[in-house]
């Protein structure tokens, strides 16, 4: 079955660091993916996503590309800020009338200190 | 403009008895969908209901689970005879009735500890 594999966390960076968080995916077909935050005491919402290879999401500095040859996409923020700070979701739905059913990682605890 | 709406937040049942867990969806939102995340794993989907309906259950467990979402009131996922295995992140989401794939709205979550 369809799976996503997320970068173990946590993760602490200093404000205007790089970051990185790795996930790759198996999947058949052609899923659509994603990437979910959840703030400290709030639930989880879409940060942003890609629907076929290549496609970049893109949202509040945050990036992803759609790899297919690598089935991968890593999110990246050339500069953190404190508010960053939360927990960071891979999902991927497998694009057919299922859209609903999401499949996703463990979850990234990031830190990010002043 | 509120959330989607978890209650309780935190739950604390023996074993054997039952646990009930309410989501209220965004306003404007019709569907309803129910993830698990236990222990030192990823969400899983358990089950998608429309008013007065089950669309979906396909990730329930056959058995002491169980979901509904009446025509008034919250949607109200139960767990019967809880075991420890039921100790879990229970998440509610919600969309509209036309939703951009995959885009759902989540609640904060429901933390079920079973002693």
């Known amino acids: 079955g369809d799976s996503v594999t997320q970068m173990e966390g946590p993760v602490t960076l200093s404000e205007e660091a790089f970051l990185t968080i790795n996930c790759t995916y198996t999947?058949?077909?052609?899923?659509?993916l994603f990437w979910y935050v959840q703030y400290p005491g709030e639930g989880l919402q879409l940060l942003l996503k890609?629907?076929?290879?290549?496609d970049k999401g893109s949202n509040k500095g945050f990036e992803a590309t759609y790899r297919k040859e690598t089935t991968s996409f890593h999110l990246e923020k050339g500069s953190v800020q404190v508010s960053d700070s939360a927990v960071y979701f891979c999902?991927?739905?497998?694009?057919?009338?299922?859209?609903?059913?999401?499949?996703f990682g463990k979850g990234t605890l990031l830190t990010v200190n002043p | 403009n509120a959330g989607v709406m978890q209650n309780p937040r935190h739950l604390v049942r023996r074993r054997g008895q039952e646990a009930r867990l309410r989501c209220s969806p965004m306003?404007?939102?019709?569907?309803v969908y129910w993830y698990r995340q236990l222990p030192e794993e990823g969400l899983k989907f358990m089950v998608y209901?429309?008013?007065?309906?089950?669309?979906?259950e396909s990730g329930m467990p056959k058995e002491r689970f169980s979901a509904e979402f009446p025509k008034e009131g919250p949607s109200i996922l139960r767990i019967q005879q809880v075991v420890r295995g039921d100790s879990a992140a229970y998440f509610c989401?919600?969309?509209?009735?036309?939703?951009?794939?995959?885009?759902?709205?989540f609640g904060e979550g429901s933390r079920l500890t079973v002693l």
């Open positions: 989401a919600s969309s509209p009735p036309r939703t951009s794939g995959g885009e759902l709205f």
């Open positions: 999947a058949t077909g052609y899923p659509s």
């Open positions: 890609a629907t076929k290879a290549d």
């Open positions: 999902a991927l739905s497998d694009g057919g009338g299922s859209n609903y059913k999401l499949t």
């Open positions: 306003k404007g939102h019709s569907h």
């Open positions: 209901l429309q008013k007065e309906n089950i669309i979906d």
